[in-house]
């Protein structure tokens, strides 16, 4: 499992219901094309920022009952009546997608939580839409499970994120561990370094143990979906481990032996 993008979207899963197959496809392209706006290819910041208000209106327009004629619209447009899904999570993704263009740095854990309630949380919201699924506490614990994974996704991808001059450790925590900038440009291992990666793993691990009852209390199919996602997660963390921190250059993924012991994890869940 690679934590990047919008891959814990399950598209593909064979435990997705067909029946949600178009609904989930028509979301995932709306999230992934918006992303790729703000991080691919050459467009400066302003013509990044300058496309994503295009789809603020395009939102605008489906709220208004007057979706584009671009078919990604219309289809989204279907979705979100048929389904009666909020209009919010969208509106919050493009919220992080914009600050990705003009934000590579965050001063503390709070600023970044606020991130990943807006990059990531909406994400599995949607998803819980799609199931009919709104009580509060299920979605608080689905919240801690998408900003778990986004977290994750940040940790393994440190030495990516630096290349495209983005830090999204908290800034107070490489002052709290003694680590400077200049330590992950030129991904200097070290104590320091191993520390402040312990410490950001365990918060990880933390959120992700806070939503897990989330994925034995739903049934059927989108319970055992969420099961291989907590449990993904947390082996990517231990992953992480097993390296000893060292994202630079063995960026953690899972091989076929570690999704041998994710299923197991979560058939025991």
């Known amino acids: 499992m690679a934590v990047d993008h919008y891959e814990n979207f399950p598209v593909a899963s064979i435990l997705l219901p067909r029946r949600l197959v178009p609904a989930v496809e028509a979301i995932y392209a709306f999230a992934r094309s918006a992303d790729d706006l703000a991080d691919e290819g050459d467009a400066s910041p302003a013509e ?22 671009e078919p990604m619209f219309q289809r989204l447009a279907a979705v979100l009546a048929e389904y009666r899904l909020p209009m919010q999570p969208l509106r919050d993704l493009l919220s992080a997608f914009k600050q990705d263009v ?7 854990f709070p600023h970044l939580l606020d991130y990943c309630r807006r990059s990531a949380d909406p994400v599995g919201r949607l998803m819980l839409g799609l199931y009919g699924v709104d009580d509060a506490t299920s979605l608080r614990e689905s919240d801690a499970i998408c900003t778990s ?18 830090i999204y450790l908290p800034l107070d925590d490489l002052v709290r561990f003694g680590v400077t900038q200049d330590v992950i440009e030129e991904s200097r291992m070290g104590p320091a370094w191993r520390a402040l990666m312990r410490f950001e793993v365990d918060r990880a691990r933390a959120l992700m143990l ?12 989108i319970g055992w979906e969420l099961r291989m996602v907590v449990q993904g997660g947390l082996r990517i963390l231990e992953a992480i481990e097993r390296v000893d921190y060292d ?23």
């Not at 603020?56 to 009952?65: H, M, V, Y």
């Not at 003009?102 to 503390?108: A, S």
């Not at 993924?253 to 994890?265: E, I, P, Q």
């Open 48 to 69: 990044r920022l300058a496309a994503l208000q295009a789809y603020e209106a395009a939102l605008d327009g489906i709220a208004a009952g007057t979706p584009p004629a």
């Open 210 to 221: 806070e939503g897990a009852p989330l994925a034995t209390r739903l049934p059927g199919r």
């Open 149 to 166: 994974l986004q977290l994750i996704n940040f940790w393994q991808d440190v030495a990516i994120d630096i290349a495209k001059g983005r």
């Open 102 to 108: 003009v934000t590579t740095r965050y001063p503390d």
């Open 247 to 269: 994202v630079f250059r063995r960026r953690p993924r899972l091989k076929r032996l570690d999704w041998l012991t994710v299923g197991w994890r979560a058939l025991r869940m």
